[in-house]
Nanobody, 117 residues
Framework: QVQLAESGGGRVQAGGSMRLSCAAS??????MGWYRQAPGRHREVVAT???????YYVESVKGRFTISRDNAKNTVDLLMNSLKAEDTAVYYC?????????????WGEGTQVTVSS
């Protein structure tokens, strides 16, 4: 069973920066990413990174957020710059791994990010 440990959430003022980190037990993960869910809204993808380090960002964070991964340590980080109040949400780490003939996704418990204006 894969377990994810997220860290780095908290409160920051608008315009500030914050780094989220996620460490996964196990190895050989395919897609890794960060999602977020704001109050009253659906969970949305923020950024993903493939095993070949191909990245995807939702339009609203392009140019401000950077996702990275360390395959040796099985970690995925999200560096968030120029934070805005609308970035406030619970952020979830997600990783995929091929097992038992199918792709299985695993989720962290979430970490709160609050951006005050």
């Amino acid at each position: 069973q894969v377990q994810l440990a997220e860290s780095g959430g908290g409160r920051v003022q608008a315009g500030g920066s914050m780094r989220l980190s996620c460490a996964a037990s196990g190895s050989r993960f395919d897609l890794m990413g960060w999602y977020r869910q704001a109050p009253g809204r659906h969970r949305e993808v923020v950024a993903t990174i493939s095993s070949e380090c191909i990245t995807y960002y939702v339009e609203s964070v392009k140019g401000r957020f950077t996702i990275s991964r360390d395959n040796a340590k099985n970690t995925v980080d999200l560096l968030m710059n120029s934070l805005k109040a609308e970035d406030t949400a619970v952020y979830y780490c997600e990783v995929d791994r091929w097992a038992a003939g199918r792709e299985i996704d695993y989720w962290g418990e979430g970490t709160q990010v609050t951006v005050s204006s």
